[in-house]
Structure formats: C-alpha cells, structure tokens
C-alpha cells in the first residue's frame, strides 16, 4: 500500500459525526452547481439511453440530482443526515411524501415522485439489491472519498452488487500530500481503484485535473488532483 493510504487507514467518521455536521452547517463539501467533470462526461454515463436509474451513494443534497431528473432520469440517493435530505427537496422547490422501510428498522425513504427521486435516510450499508434494485449509472462524488478507508472492500462490493450489467459508473477521486492533510475527503489513488474494482470490472481513467485555488487553501495541502473513472461490469 502506498505511503499517502497509510497515513489514512485508520481515520474514521462516525455517522454521528456526520449528522452534527449538516447540524452545524460545516458542509464545505457542498457545491451550488452541478459538477464539472460529471456535464462534460454525461455522455460516458448515458452511452446513448434515455431514462437512466441513477445511484447517488452518499447524496447530501447534490444538485446533480436535480439536474438528472429534469432531464428525464431517475434518482436513488442514501443519505444519513435527514435535514440534507429536507434542505435537497426544499431548496429545489419538491414536494416529498416521506415513508418508514419495512426491510430497514430506523430507515425513512423520502419521494417526489413527479421527478422520479428518492432517498433513503439510513446508513449506506443497510441497503441491498433486493432493497433498492440495480442501476443504469452510479454518480459517485464525495462518497467513496468521504468514506472510512477501512470500508473499502465492502463499500466497493456494494457498489458492484447495484450495478446492472449496462451500468455506468462514474467515480471522481482525490489525490493530494496526506501528510499535511487528514480528510476528509480522504486520498483515493488510481492504483487502489484498480485494485477494488480491477477484478470484476474495466476500468478507465477519464480525466485527471490539479484544481487551483480554494480547496488547496482549505486544506493546507500543495496540491490537489482530482480524477474521474468509468467503471463498467466485464462481460463474462
Ligand atoms: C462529503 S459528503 C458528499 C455529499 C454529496 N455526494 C455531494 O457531493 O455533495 C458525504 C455525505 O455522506 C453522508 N454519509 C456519510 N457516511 C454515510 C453512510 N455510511 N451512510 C449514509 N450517508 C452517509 C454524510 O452525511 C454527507 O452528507
């Protein structure tokens, strides 16, 4: 393992923490428009189909969800924190109709159904397939990042049991000098997504970009690479 992973395998986030975050207001994660990198490879998650299931894992109150579903997608997000999930319909002007989930005793399921969203208020590991089914595309920003290193394996199995055999997933990631910063988002290097996902999935490196300015600041680090992967099921 790399010197940059090490540093990190330990750090944990405890859900808890998570929820007295978005109490607090600390989401400095949280960006007002749609992510660059996911409009400029759309095309990548959509290969051409219409009506698309996406997957958000650890949505928050992405934008990106909105912008899915008013082009005609659909939207599965899981979020533990239950005023992201009010501040994601409110700040888009949804209605939500909110239910328990018989299969997840503490879970809550949040829908508009007009635009084809729902997120799930529990923790990300609760779910299953047989839960919430198989998706045509995954958009996972600040999720396999925001994770405990630890979780890896298991977060990565999960994310391959919920593709369907067409799913697109797309992946954005963070390189940067771990010594001078302890995350989250946590680093996540190329050769560790090889290393999850290489076995069952291709995998390909779309883009890789040194972001300037404000996250090299926050973070106290020299740099900063963020880089976006495909990952597709192989076809056995
Ligand atoms: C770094 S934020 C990213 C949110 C979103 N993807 C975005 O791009 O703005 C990670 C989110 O995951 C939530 N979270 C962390 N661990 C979780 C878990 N195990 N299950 C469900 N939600 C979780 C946190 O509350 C937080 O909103």
Not at 84 to 97: P, V, W
Request: include cysteine.
């Amino acid at each position: 393992m790399s010197t940059m992973l090490k540093i990190q395998e330990n750090c944990v986030v405890k859900l808890k923490e998570w929820e007295q975050r978005w109490h607090d207001n600390r989401i400095g994660f949280h960006r007002p428009h749609v992510h660059k990198m996911l409009e400029s490879k759309i095309e990548k998650a959509l290969a051409g189909r219409t009506g698309v299931r996406f997957f958000f894992p650890l949505c928050g109150k992405a934008v990106d969800m909105k912008w899915l579903a008013d082009m005609g997608h659909s939207v599965v997000g899981v979020e533990i924190s239950e005023k992201a999930i009010q501040q994601f319909f409110s700040e888009n002007d949804l209605t939500y109709s909110e239910e328990t989930v018989p299969a997840i005793p503490g879970a809550k399921v949040f829908k508009n159904s007009e635009k084809n969203i729902t997120l799930y208020n529990c923790d990300l590991y609760s779910l299953t397939s047989s839960i919430i089914g198989q998706f045509g595309a995954i958009w996972d920003r600040a999720s396999m990042v925001a994770i405990n290193p630890r979780d890896r394996v298991k977060y990565a199995s999960l994310m391959i049991s919920l593709m369907a055999n067409d799913c697109k997933y797309l992946l954005s990631t963070f390189m940067y000098n771990a010594e001078l910063y302890k995350g989250t988002p946590f680093v996540v290097t190329g050769e560790q997504v090889y290393t999850l996902f290489g076995e069952k999935c291709d995998v390909e490196k779309l883009l890789s970009e040194n972001l300037t300015g404000d996250r090299l600041q926050a973070w106290g680090v020299d740099y900063v690479i963020e880089e976006l992967y495909l990952i597709t099921l192989k076809m056995s």
